[in-house]
């Protein structure tokens, strides 16, 4: 209710959302007010931080050899940890095999040694494959905080053959595409597997102090019981809130490293064209790239780069680019771009949201030149830059852009932070610059709410004229055991504009409404039912009208890692200021059929647009199926398809079908 002129207004479901839009619209709540309070709030907030008893790993004189056998001396004297408890599919349930962690490390190096006990060992699911292809394994995981502030994590995978994954977690979002250089092995026996890991410092950013204390939490997985289990165990109540829940690790007399690395690459290239039949050289091109790294201290590093080569970077994976209300989205690659990267996102953003990233570095195109910089300074602040030279292809009014971006962090309490970022891309005569604060702030050990405040600056050309806009979004979350609940503000002007980001779409104000119960049945097949409703409503400004998307969603969590999804949307969309049904029924599954097997499968049916100057309302399909053969542990085959169609509403006529098969031995 809401008490107005001395009468109480009552809303109804239908009309508690489009109240909330219009609030934002009429000024009701005044978008300075909001970039004030989110600045100060978390500045004020202080919350009650517990200690525990910190693991202190044997410091070895003699290193143990990574060869996954645990017969080293090191490992007789190294202090160990075990009592494991399952967080997926339930929290704080004994995990069915038991495993033992073993510690130690050196002036230069942590080492950790696993003992993971299986009653079972030829179910053990593992293989040897390329890095960062071990999910679908058994594994085991160093979740390291190594600054212990609750604001990021390293995690470096293993499985029972010692093969690695690597990611950065920061925010709610885990990065996989950066690699470490650290060292393992891994062994199947009689009672299960044991793995041997190396981790040298110079490897990760750490605190710039003695002693250095950092934060961990081990994990397992099971794969063929859909188990995966930590130590210490993850609470209910905090959910998957892991960078408050890791245990106190600490070294001693650790040898602080100023890394520096000097790559130079020569390239030789030849172009050929056809002339009557003939190829026809147009002559050689050689190049010569520099890249460099130098580490400041062992929590800052300085990366500079010269005309990068990125030949050997992995090329895009195939998405279908027809019908399209925006463009795709491809992940960042380059190496010169990656380390560092997650510092550069921002609170607030949730998967499906208009923007995805306010720093995309793949908009940097083709640097000529780039300097990066990325670390901490002192034990709360985080610092990361970019700047660089993009040559530009196809201009012919300007030959570079200047790229410069700038990201601070500072840490407040538990994982709570606040921080502030700019952007730039600037030419001779046009720029666009893009600027702004975000936060996350811990509400207790069940909620979180995050927040970005985003203002642009654009101007296409020398005669045109200044645009401004605005990004703002406010995210609650709360996630325990039971329940899972997610509300969420957006509000982004039809003037808001990043030329180093990843947006979708502008011009919209949108209020997001989603609730997830949590069923645990006694099931020796089914381990958790997850029934969500999802409902969001769209106002589009230019169109002055609204769209609405409400999904029931089921999922069903199964043995063998294995889970199905069944969701039902009634939607709609504003496209070209018409309203368009969206509606649409949609299956998905996958499974770890067998030790040898593995399929995913999804497939939609429904309502759909066709996107051009002269919209129209159609239907289609779309659908992925993947299937991964593994005869042995040594190889692999995977195939996968994917396939989309659409037919005018109309007169059912059939405007394409497009699909993409792929296939990878390894």
């Known amino acids: 209710m809401l008490l107005k002129n001395k009468k109480y207004i009552k809303f109804t479901n239908q009309k508690l959302i489009p109240f909330i839009i219009k609030c934002i619209e009429q000024n009701m709540i005044k978008f300075k007010s909001i970039f004030i309070i989110l600045v100060i709030i978390p500045l004020i907030v202080s919350?009650?931080?517990?200690?525990?008893?910190?693991?202190?790993?044997?410091?070895?004189?003699?290193?143990?050899?990574i060869d996954g056998r645990l017969d080293d001396m090191v490992w007789k004297r190294a202090p160990s940890v075990t009592g494991f408890k399952t967080w997926t599919p339930d929290y704080g349930i004994d995990m069915a095999e038991k495993t033992i962690v073993y510690l130690a490390y050196d002036s230069e190096n942590m080492y950790f040694a696993f003992r993971c006990f299986d009653s079972h060992p030829d179910k053990i699911k593992t293989s040897i494959t390329s890095r960062d292809n071990i999910r679908a394994d058994d594994w085991v995981c160093i979740n390291l905080d190594s600054f212990y502030d609750q604001q990021s994590l390293y995690a470096f995978y293993i499985n029972p053959l010692g093969i690695q994954a690597d990611s950065r977690y920061t925010g709610g979002h885990e990065d996989q595409s950066i690699d470490f250089v650290w060292y393992s092995k891994g062994r199947i026996d009689s009672k299960?597997?044991?793995?041997?890991?190396?981790?040298?410092?110079?490897?990760?950013?750490?605190?710039?102090?003695?002693?250095?204390?950092?934060?961990?939490?081990?994990?397992?997985?099971?794969?063929?019981r859909s188990e995966q289990g930590t130590y210490p165990p993850l609470s209910p109540e905090q959910a998957d809130a892991w960078l408050v829940q890791t245990k106190p690790m600490i070294f001693y007399n650790v040898k602080q490293y100023k890394l520096f690395e000097l790559l130079p690459a020569f390239t030789t290239s030849e172009k050929s064209t056809q002339n009557l039949g003939k190829l026809i050289s147009e002559g050689r091109k050689r190049d010569i790239s520099l890249t460099t790294k130098y580490g400041i201290t062992s929590d800052l590093t300085l990366d500079a780069t010269y005309n990068p080569d990125f030949s050997q970077v992995e090329a895009d994976a195939g998405q279908v680019d027809v019908n399209l209300r925006y463009d795709l989205f491809f992940p960042e690659k380059r190496p010169f771009f990656l380390e560092g990267r997650e510092n550069f996102k921002i609170a607030g953003i949730s998967m499906g949201d208009p923007i995805q990233s306010i720093v995309h570095t793949r908009m940097i195109v083709n640097p000529l030149l780039g300097i990066k910089l990325s670390g901490k300074i002192g034990n709360k602040n985080t610092v990361a830059s970019i700047n660089?030279?993009?040559?530009?292809?196809?201009?012919?009014?300007?030959?570079?852009?200047?790229?410069?971006?700038?990201?601070?962090?500072?840490?407040?309490?538990?994982?709570?932070?606040?921080?502030?970022?700019?952007?730039?891309?600037?030419?001779?005569?046009?720029?666009?610059?893009?600027?702004?604060?975000?936060?996350?702030?811990?509400?207790?050990?069940?909620?979180?709410?995050?927040?970005?405040?985003?203002?642009?600056l654009n101007k296409e050309n020398e005669n045109a004229p200044k645009a401004g806009g605005h990004a703002l979004s406010l995210k609650y979350v709360y996630n325990t055991r039971r329940f899972f609940i997610n509300l969420g503000i957006i509000d982004i002007s039809s003037k808001f504009h990043t030329e180093s980001g990843y947006i979708t779409r502008t011009g919209i104000s949108r209020a997001t409404a989603s609730f997830s119960p949590k069923f645990y049945p006694e099931s020796k097949v089914i381990k958790r039912v997850t029934p969500s409703i999802f409902i969001a409503q769209t106002k589009d400004k230019l169109s002055n009208l609204y769209e609405y998307f409400n999904t029931l969603l089921l999922r069903l969590t199964i043995i063998r890692s294995?889970?199905?999804?069944?969701?039902?949307?009634?939607?709609?969309?504003?496209?070209?200021?018409?309203?368009?049904?969206?509606?649409?029924?949609?299956?998905?599954?996958?499974?770890?059929?067998?030790?040898?097997?593995?399929?995913?499968?999804?497939?939609?049916?429904?309502?759909s647009i066709r996107y051009s100057t002269n919209p129209y309302q159609g239907r289609g399909n779309s659908a992925f199926a993947?299937?991964?053969?593994?005869?042995?542990?040594?190889?692999?085959?995977?195939?996968?398809?994917?396939?989309?169609d659409f037919y005018r509403e109309s007169d059912s006529k059939k405007i394409y079908d497009y699909k993409i098969i792929r296939q990878k031995f390894t």
């Open 47 to 65: 919350s009650i931080t517990y200690s525990q008893d910190p693991l202190i790993p044997f410091r070895t004189g003699k290193a143990p050899v």
């Open 388 to 456: 660089a030279v993009d040559e530009l292809y196809n201009n012919k009014n300007e030959k570079y852009a200047y790229f410069s971006i700038f990201r601070f962090k500072r840490a407040l309490t538990k994982d709570s932070y606040i921080g502030g970022i700019y952007t730039g891309r600037d030419l001779k005569n046009s720029y666009n610059r893009v600027a702004g604060i975000d936060g996350r702030l811990r509400i207790n050990k069940s909620s979180i709410f995050r927040y970005h405040s985003i203002v642009s």
């Open 562 to 607: 294995s889970d199905i999804t069944l969701s039902y949307s009634h939607s709609s969309e504003i496209f070209l200021s018409k309203k368009f049904n969206t509606s649409g029924l949609r299956i998905s599954g996958n499974s770890q059929f067998t030790k040898k097997i593995f399929f995913k499968i999804s497939f939609r049916n429904g309502k």
């Open 192 to 224: 299960g597997y044991t793995i041997e890991i190396k981790i040298p410092f110079k490897s990760i950013r750490f605190a710039n102090k003695n002693p250095v204390k950092m934060g961990v939490i081990f994990e397992r997985r099971i794969s063929r």
């Open 626 to 644: 993947a299937l991964i053969y593994q005869p042995s542990d040594k190889l692999n085959a995977n195939v996968s398809f994917t396939y989309s």
